[in-house]
């Protein structure tokens, strides 16, 4: 398991064999009247792996534009995600099959599900997961989906499903300069699990902060770049979301330099800044 990706490492592997394109493109947030652009215009500037959820309410358009932009689907990566109120087994399976119909696709790369039950929410919280993650083999072994994962856990949420026959593949959480929760990234690595980071530049609320102008400057690169840089060169899985032509090209031309170690230690040390406040274990949904 390679926790620190350099300038040649585009992809990865997750541990059943299945490679991943190492930069998403998120898509939390962007319109359905913008899909169709955004994703063309990532799609020009090399993205192949692209990031949605049922919350998000635009799998159907997404499901759409890549039909219309008419890349070879196999060159594609696709993840979708599963809505809380649909954790159980039956309906995650139903909630799948839903995804698929909405998309308009014959599989997904990446199913996850999208936030752990809690011990704030639910009495019976790992009780709630497990049969969830039942349903997650399940599909899994349909051959509908080429990888299962779950996004948000915690090492709390993540132990049983350690002892289950699959295992979670991908853990997506909350990463970027300020918020860098390695007691989560420790554990995942120690046990293959690929991270991804949501929300790498801080949903931008971070690109402000003096370090990363300091060293964006030193590097000839932008704040952005030198986020989505750091991330992979922790061993991270970045999935910058943007509507911008200019910044989705930036954000995946960052194969061309590397960030040193001492520079690394300084993001790494940033105090907490640009957090979301949303911690998997005391959200109510
Ligand atoms: N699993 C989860 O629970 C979860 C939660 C949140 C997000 N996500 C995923 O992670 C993706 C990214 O997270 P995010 O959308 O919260 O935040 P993000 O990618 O950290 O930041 C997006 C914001 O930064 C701006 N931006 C993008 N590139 C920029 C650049 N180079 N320079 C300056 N500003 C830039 C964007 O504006 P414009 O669009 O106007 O350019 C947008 O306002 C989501 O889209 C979603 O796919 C997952």
């Known amino acids: 398991?390679?926790?620190?990706?350099?300038?040649?490492?585009?992809?990865?592997?997750?541990?059943?064999?299945?490679?991943?394109?190492?930069?998403?493109?998120?898509?939390?947030?962007?319109?359905?009247?913008?899909?169709?652009?955004?994703?063309?215009?990532?799609?020009?500037?090399?993205?192949?792996?692209?990031?949605?959820?049922?919350?998000?309410?635009?799998?159907?358009?997404?499901?759409?534009?890549?039909?219309?932009?008419?890349?070879?689907?196999?060159?594609?990566?696709?993840?979708?995600?599963?809505?809380?109120?649909?954790?159980?087994?039956?309906?995650?399976?139903?909630?799948?099959?839903?995804?698929?119909?909405?998309?308009?696709?014959?599989?997904?790369?990446?199913?996850?599900?999208?936030?752990?039950?809690?011990?704030?929410?639910?009495?019976?919280?790992?009780?709630?997961?497990?049969?969830?993650?039942?349903?997650?083999?399940?599909i899994y072994k349909s051959g509908k989906v080429r990888a299962i994962g779950v996004s948000n856990f915690l090492p709390k949420h993540l132990k049983s499903l350690m002892e289950t026959e699959i295992p979670p593949m991908v853990n997506q959480i909350e990463y970027h300069p300020g918020w860098r929760p390695t007691e989560i990234t420790d554990f995942c690595h120690g046990h293959n699990i690929i991270v991804e980071g949501w929300s790498p530049l801080g949903n931008g609320k971070v690109l402000h902060e003096p370090t990363l102008i300091d060293l964006a400057k030193k590097y000839g690169r932008t704040p952005g770049q030198i986020c989505i840089r750091w991330c992979l060169q922790n061993g991270v899985l970045p999935l910058p979301k943007s509507v911008t032509p200019s910044r989705i090209a930036e954000n995946i031309q960052v194969f061309d330099f590397e960030i040193s170690r001492e520079d690394m230690n300084r993001i790494n040390d940033l105090e907490v800044m640009g957090w979301s406040g949303l911690n998997p274990d005391e959200v109510e949904f």
């Open 1 to 138: 398991m390679v926790n620190q990706f350099n300038n040649d490492t585009k992809s990865v592997h997750l541990f059943s064999g299945v490679e991943i394109p190492c930069i998403g493109f998120g898509t939390s947030q962007i319109a359905n009247n913008q899909i169709e652009d955004a994703l063309l215009c990532a799609c020009r500037e090399g993205y192949r792996h692209i990031d949605t959820a049922d919350a998000y309410g635009n799998e159907e358009s997404i499901g759409k534009a890549i039909h219309s932009i008419g890349i070879p689907r196999e060159e594609l990566f696709i993840t979708s995600k599963l809505r809380n109120r649909y954790r159980g087994y039956k309906t995650t399976i139903e909630a799948f099959e839903r995804t698929l119909e909405r998309m308009e696709l014959d599989y997904l790369d990446l199913f996850l599900i999208h936030w752990p039950a809690n011990r704030k929410k639910f009495e019976n919280w790992d009780e709630i997961n497990q049969e969830t993650w039942k349903a997650m083999t399940e």
